[in-house]
Structures are given as structure tokens and as C-alpha cells.
């Protein structure tokens, strides 16, 4: 009979194509064990689907009919892995860890259709199988049905004998379960027992192979190949600066200027030899042109290694940052950039990519749009020379253990990863991915650049690339911090008042929503002759008053930021009043700053949308801690208690010395806080603890952001946005029945529907609950002739007392 992998792709062919392909994925020169690795992938691509050659599996493929749980391949094709593995062990390059390999196969094959776990949860107790429980006695019990009737169709044996696996025709023939599982469970208590050096990197080996087997098999499976790699020259930046800036005016523009040509001089200097494995760092103010500078270190860095490496090694640049809005600015700027390769039509995605849970999925090639599931393989995998990507994508994945994240971890070998404002990552994870990244940079030959204006100590030993970073601040003195006295609301905001009429604009920087929606009220009801920021921008010759903060949705967020750049670079007064959501990446420029107290390198950040084009000698950043502004609630005691404790008896400080307060915060504060959430999350890594462990930390644990319960809420801000909603969106991501109809249509929707939503706390949206999403009960949606009801046009999402009396009024 013939046999098929899916229908209409014959299954020795697909079994061929994964192995090949796992294997090119790990045959890189700068994977420490590629000789061992390379191998390992090709046996566990062989081996991942052997399971779907069981006539229950063939008619189900071929039929739809089930047969209580015999149809499933995953198990039997992880036991062949193991097998086989087991058997070739000797055989493989030796390493040392290549005894563990085994165990590894069995894991990743057992789960290559779900997530990864630990070792343990897939074995017997005691490695015993007459002792096992739950699905695995489930599995077990299939397992002596799909072996018999293997053994009586027989018709299987030559294509595993083209494929080269004898060895696992001899465990269908004489399954010995008892000593495979027993040699299984004795790597897995060997494993525990590991020294860390050797725990960590199993952990990344599973990975590792994971990540081969799944995009190779998801690429086969759905015939895409990854398309030729575009060469990038190493000068791009340098030529397309000089076009763009040849003859620097003013102050700012030329530091600029000298500092890109002082750390291109430095990378010129350096041999290959030095830059494998190595942590660079770029330190430098807000506003001196680190974005185009790191991309410029990252293309020579890649250059010197491509020489060594080979064009088809050359390394992917991976610049990951916190913040959507940042990715966005920054994807822009570097599209401009390398359309000079490209300056008659677009720049292809394999040539540069971005890649958050809001982008929209497009990957074109130089003849042709791919299909949107094509679109999505090419994207999760990273198929690009340059991606630019969130925290979140980066940091889930070098610590996954879920299958979308960890597909892309093996287009990490030899990359250069770029880390913009890392401080943003939250302390407590500091020594663990100081630990990890280590462990990439040993064993993947990965290469870390971070740029910073405030220089956190996540690494310890860095090379920095400008030989001096402190004369940077000390030539770029454009501001200076002004620390005053605590004062309660209403002296604070009276304060406000007076520095808003003194500097003819005025940002305002607080730390909750609840905070800002008060103080933008009351300003509202005690300056007159300032114009809102609501559905339509105000007049170029007014005054503006704008609120900024999560409490509206993203579409006006991102359209007033917008508005505000124009209006304030052709002369424009605002007085903004804003959460955190405006510190970093957002190029505003205003003549004075107001900051309630918070971390010391918030208020950095802060800073650096003041004066930031440097029009003014020297402008002022005001810190007025707020009484109950809500510091200690959003940051925790430890930063709050050592940003008062630092400026404590400090009256001013110019912008050349906040790198030296900011050092002594970063070493303070880790002094002070717990080490214990990285410890436990570098022991699961280590063990291969990697999900499902009931009492004991895993890496599922690991969450880059924490936040209390949320409702999301559609806002529909016009009659078409609702019409869309309910004609276009609903139907084809909610009711069609074709479930990969679906996923396509919320693809294809889901940046147009995150532009309209809204995520407040439960506990606010309760106060207001709009109707519910019929057939998606966990979605709220406000319609449009109830917009004031739910949600005012100025500050947004009404859930305050006075704000919903407000509202009801008829």
C-alpha cells in the first residue's frame, strides 16, 4: 500500500526531506557541537513520523475514521527515535552529553506536535511499564495493537530499509520496552545529577533539535522552502548616513556624526577571533543615533564573520526591543535604509522582517506575495537577515518550551543579537539571562550587542565600542534634573499649572492610569483656552491639551503621537499628561519635563524626550514625587525605596551626570533584590524541567510580563469600524466552522482589531460592563451608538464614579 505522511505526500519522502532539512538547519560552523548535533537532527527527522506507517494511522489519513487512540503516531515514533538512537550512539561524533541523546530524541519526537516537558513526564515509574499511568498507559496499551499489525503488513520494511533504519525494523520485529525504558529512565536520573555546565547545555540540545525537527517538518508538510539570502553589504549604513546627512549642521548632528565614525572605527579594528562569543556594548545619550549605529556595528560584526563562515552562514542580525511602537519607528528606519539595494521596489522580507503579535503577516519574494500559511512559516521561523522583534519573542524563545516560539531558536546559531533598552527586562531575570546568554554564546557562537542610555548591569564583563561613553554625556549636557519636595495632589497639580505657563509646554509623566485620568480632568477644568485632543485634531494654532495612556485604544495613541511631533517641531505648545507609555522610543521634544517619582533610569528615559534636539542650552526635567502617586505599587518597594534614597539631599543634577546616578542605581537595587525567581528558573533549565512539573519550577514559568486580570473591549471609533466588526471580522474569525478559516481571517484581521481594543483591569471594566462578543464570551465590544455611554473621545474607557454620573445623564 502506498503510505503518506499527509495527503497526496508520500511519507518516505517527507521522513527524507525533514531529516535533510533538520540536518542543514544544525550544520553550522558556529554550533560548538555541529558534527554531533547535525547527526542527531537527521536521526530525529527520520525517525519523527515512523509511527504514521500503522494501518490505523493510513486509514485515517486517507478515510477519517478513528480508532480509539490507535491512529496516533507521536509515541511509537518517539520509542523508534529512541531506538535508534540508543543503538547508533557509539557511532555518532563523540561529545561530551552524547550518552543523553537518547533521552533527548525520545522527548522531542514524543512532542513535536505539542510543547516540550520534562523527561519525566513522559516515562513510566521507576522506568518500569507496567507501572504506567494516564496517557501513557493509554499509549502503551495502542502500542501492542500497532506493532501486531505492522508485523502482519509488512509491505513497510523496504522503504525503511532506503531510509537506512534497520535497526528500527529489528524494535518492531522484538520490541524490548522493558530495557529501553529502563535505560531511558536511568539518563533521566543521571541527568538530575548533571554538573550545571553540562544541565544547560542538554537543555539547549533539546531545543536545538526540537527547533530543527518542527520547521523542518511544518516547512515539508506545507512544501515552503526558505528563499535564496540576499547579501547585505557591511557599509550599508555609511553609505545611506553620508546621502542622508553629508555635510552635519549644528551641535547635536555633529556628535552624532563623530561618535558612528569613532565606534565604526573600533569594529574595523577587530579580527574575527575577537568578536565570537563576545558581549559589546553602546553607550551613549538619548538622541546620538544609536539605532543606525548598532545596525551599523551588527552588518561589519557580520561581515568579518561571513568571511570566515561563507555566505550561506552569514549571521542574522536580531535586534529585539520592548516595545511595539519602538518596533515599528525602527523596522521604518531600517526599511530606509536598505532600499538603497532595493531603491525600485520593496525591500523583501527576507532581506529584513519584523515580527510581533500585531505585525501583519506579508512575506514577499522578488516574483510574488507568498500565501498567507507560507507567509506565516517563513515569518515564525525568521526566515530574514535582519528581523526586528519584541523582548517577548527573543526572551520566550532562548527559554521556551512552546513549539511557535522555539521553531526560530535554531536561526539563532551565529547571530548577532541586539539588545535596545534592556534595562526595560525586568531585574529579577538579570543573572538568569546573563547565565543564558552565556551558555548561547558558548555553544551557538552567538554574539550580544547592547545599547543603552543607562548601561544595566545584566552583563557584568561587556566591550564597549565607544572608547569613552562618559565624555558623550558630558559634551551632550541638553538637560537637568530639578528635584523638589513631595507635595499632595492639589499643590502638585497647581505646580503643573505654573510650569506649563512658564515654558509654554509641558510634559507630564505620572505612574497610573487612575493618576493621569485625574490630573488631565482637572487641568481640563482649571486652564481655559486650551483645545482637547479627542476624534480630530485640534487647530495648528491652538494650545493642545492630550492624554496619553493605555486607558484609550492604540489607534488614537499612536495618531496623537503622531500629530504631536508634527505640532511641536513647527513651533506648537501641548500640554500632554501621560503614563509610562511615552519614556522610551516615542521622539517627542519639549522644552520642560514633570516626572512623579520613579526609577531612576524611568526618569532617564523621560528625560530624553526634553530638549532632545538640544534647541534650547539647557533645559529643565522636574521630579515632584506625587503623595500616593502610586510608585511603590507599579515598580515595588525596592526601586522606590532607592530612588528616594539616591536623591535624597539632591537638589539638581545636568544631564552629564545621570550615567554615574544610574550605575549606583542598577548596583543598588540588585544588591537589594530577591535572586530566587532566577535561580529557580536556572535550575529548571538546567534539569530540562521545561513545562508540567507540578511542585517544582519549570520554564513555563518564565512570563516577561505580568499583569493583573484584563477584559478586552472593541472600540469601534466610527460607524465603519463597527460595520467591519461585525460584517468582515465576526463572521469569518468567530463563526465560519473551517477552524483554519479561521486563523487565517484573525491573521489576516488582527492588527486592525488590536489598533480598536481597549484592556482594562477586570475590576474597572466591571464598574461599566459593555454588551458581550456573541460567541466569544471572554470579548466585550461597545457599539458605536453607545460610544459616550462607554468611552469619552478625550481620555477614553469610563470607569470612574464622576466619569460614569457624567456619562448617564441624559
Not at 536598505?338 to 523583501?348: E, I
Not at 541586539?418 to 551558555?439: N, R, S
Not at 492604540?554 to 511641536?568: D, F, I, S, T, W
Request: proline share 6%; glycine share 4%.
Amino acid at each position: 500500500m502506498p503510505y503518506e505522511s499527509h495527503p497526496g505526500k508520500p511519507l518516505k519522502r517527507h521522513l527524507a526531506e525533514v531529516a535533510e532539512e533538520a540536518k542543514g538547519y544544525l550544520d553550522h560552523p558556529a554550533l560548538r557541537q555541529r558534527q554531533l548535533l547535525r547527526e542527531a537532527a537527521y536521526l530525529v527527522g527520520l525517525a519523527h513520523d515512523l509511527g504514521k506507517y500503522t494501518p490505523f494511522f493510513q486509514a485515517h489519513l486517507m478515510e477519517g475514521r478513528n480508532f480509539d487512540g490507535l491512529e496516533r503516531h507521536s509515541f511509537l515514533s518517539a520509542l523508534l527515535a529512541a531506538w535508534l538512537a540508543l543503538k547508533r550512539n557509539e557511532k555518532l561524533p563523540e561529545a561530551q552529553g552524547r550518552e543523553f541523546l537518547p533521552l533527548l530524541a525520545y522527548l522531542v519526537v514524543h512532542r513535536h506536535h505539542g510543547h516540550l516537558c520534562a523527561p519525566k513526564k513522559l516515562l513510566p515509574p521507576l522506568g518500569d511499564p507496567d507501572k504506567a499511568q494516564g496517557e501513557l498507559f493509554s499509549a502503551l496499551r495502542a502500542l501492542n495493537s500497532q506493532l501486531e499489525a505492522m508485523r502482519k503488513n509488512r509491505d513497510w520494511i523496504p522503504e525503511w530499509e532506503e531510509l537506512g533504519i534497520e535497526e528500527a525494523i529489528e524494535f518492531v520485529e522484538r520490541p524490548n520496552l522493558k530495557d529501553l525504558f529502563a535505560a531511558l529512565d536511568k539518563l533521566e536520573y543521571r541527568l538530575k545529577r548533571a554538573d550545571e555546565d553540562l544541565g544547560a547545555c542538554l537543555c539547549l540540545w533539546g531545543q536545538l533539535l526540537f527547533s530543527a525537527l518542527t520547521d523542518a517538518d511544518k516547512r515539508s508538510a506545507a512544501q515552503t522552502r526558505g528563499p535564496k539570502r540576499p547579501l547585505i553589504p557591511p557599509d550599508l549604513v555609511e553609505r545611506f548616513l553620508r546621502q542622508r546627512y553629508p555635510y552635519p549642521q549644528g551641535e547635536i548632528p555633529r556628535l552624532r556624526a563623530e561618535f558612528q565614525t569613532a565606534v565604526r572605527s573600533n569594529v574595523e579594528a577587530l579580527n574575527p577571533q575577537e568578536i565570537l562569543g563576545q558581549t559589546f556594548s553602546l553607550t551613549a545619550p538619548t538622541g546620538l543615533g544609536k539605532t543606525l549605529a548598532a545596525l551599523d556595528v551588527a552588518l561589519r560584526l557580520r561581515g568579518k564573520l561571513q568571511e570566515i563562515w561563507g555566505e550561506d552562514h552569514a549571521p542574522r542580525i536580531v535586534y529585539a526591543l520592548p516595545f511595539i511602537n519602538i518596533i515599528e519607528q525602527n523596522h521604518a528606519e531600517f526599511q530606509k535604509v536598505l532600499s538603497l539595494l532595493w531603491p525600485h521596489s520593496f525591500v523583501p522580507e527576507a532581506a529584513l522582517l519584523r515580527h510581533h503579535h500585531l505585525a501583519e503577516i506579508s512575506y514577499r519574494t522578488e516574483d510574488e506575495a507568498l500565501p498567507l500559511e507560507q507567509a506565516l512559516l517563513l515569518t515564525d521561523s525568521w526566515e530574514s537577515e535582519v528581523i526586528v522583534t519584541t523582548f517577548v519573542q527573543l526572551f520566550q524563545t532562548i527559554l521556551g518550551y512552546q513549539n511557535r516560539f522555539l521553531r526560530k531558536l535554531h536561526n539563532l546559531i551565529g547571530s548577532i543579537v541586539i539588545l535596545d533598552e534592556a534595562q526595560a527586562l525586568p531585574m529579577e531575570y538579570w543573572p538568569l539571562m546573563h547565565k543564558v546568554f552565556e551558555v548561547l554564546k558558548k555553544e551557538l557562537g552567538v554574539v550580544v550587542l547592547q545599547m543603552t542610555a543607562t548601561k544595566p548591569l545584566i552583563f557584568p564583563k561587556v566591550k564597549e565600542l565607544h572608547s569613552d561613553p562618559k565624555a558623550l554625556f558630558r559634551r551632550l549636557n541638553r538637560t537637568k534634573l530639578i528635584v523638589r519636595e513631595e507635595l499632595p495632589f492639589e499643590d502638585w497639580l497647581g505646580e503643573a499649572i505654573r510650569l506649563f505657563e512658564e515654558h509654554g509646554s509641558l510634559l507630564i509623566v505620572v505612574n497610573t492610569v487612575g493618576v493621569a485620568l485625574r490630573a488631565y480632568k482637572a487641568l481640563r477644568a482649571n486652564l481655559k483656552g486650551l483645545q482637547p485632543f479627542g476624534f480630530r485634531v485640534p487647530e495648528e494654532k491652538a494650545a493642545w491639551l492630550v492624554h496619553l495612556s493605555t486607558n484609550i485604544v492604540p489607534k488614537q495613541r499612536m495618531e496623537r503621537v503622531c500629530a504631536l511631533k508634527q505640532h511641536l517641531s513647527r513651533g506648537g505648545r501641548a500640554l500632554v499628561v501621560s503614563t509610562q507609555v511615552i519614556e522610551a522610543g516615542v521622539d517627542l521634544d519639549f522644552p520642560a519635563v514633570l516626572r512623579d517619582l520613579g526609577p531612576l533610569d524611568s526618569i532617564v528615559q523621560v528625560a530624553g524626550r526634553c530638549n532632545r534636539e538640544g534647541r534650547a542650552r539647557q533645559a529643565p526635567v522636574y521630579l515632584i514625587p506625587l503623595k500616593d502617586g502610586g510608585c511603590a505599587r507599579i515598580y515595588g518597594a525596592v526601586h522606590t525605596h532607592v530612588a528616594r534614597s539616591l536623591l535624597q539631599g539632591l537638589h539638581t543634577l545636568e544631564e552629564k551626570d545621570f550615567y554615574l546616578l544610574v550605575e549606583k542605581y542598577f548596583a543598588e537595587v540588585q544588591k537589594r533584590s530577591s535572586q530566587r525567581v532566577s535561580e529557580e528558573l536556572w535550575k529548571a533549565y538546567q534539569t530540562l524541567a521545561y513545562d508540567d512539573l507540578e511542585k517544582e519550577p519549570s520554564l513555563s514559568d518564565f512570563h516577561l510580563i505580568e499583569t493583573p486580570e484584563h477584559l478586552p473591549i472593541f472600540v469601534p471609533l466610527t460607524k465603519a469600524d463597527e460595520d467591519w466588526f461585525w460584517n468582515e471580522f465576526h463572521p469569518e474569525a468567530f463563526k465560519n466552522e473551517d477552524i483554519n478559516a479561521r486563523r487565517s481571517a484573525w491573521l489576516k484581521h488582527r492588527k486592525r482589531f488590536h489598533d480598536h481594543l481597549l484592556r482594562p483591569f477586570l475590576a474597572r471594566a466591571l464598574r461599566n460592563l459593555p454588551p458581550e462578543v456573541e460567541g466569544a464570551p471572554y470579548l466585550r465590544w461597545i457599539p458605536y451608538d453607545d460610544l459616550d455611554r462607554f468611552y469619552h473621545e478625550e481620555w477614553g474607557f469610563r470607569w470612574d464614579e464622576e466619569d460614569l454620573e457624567r456619562a448617564w445623564i441624559v
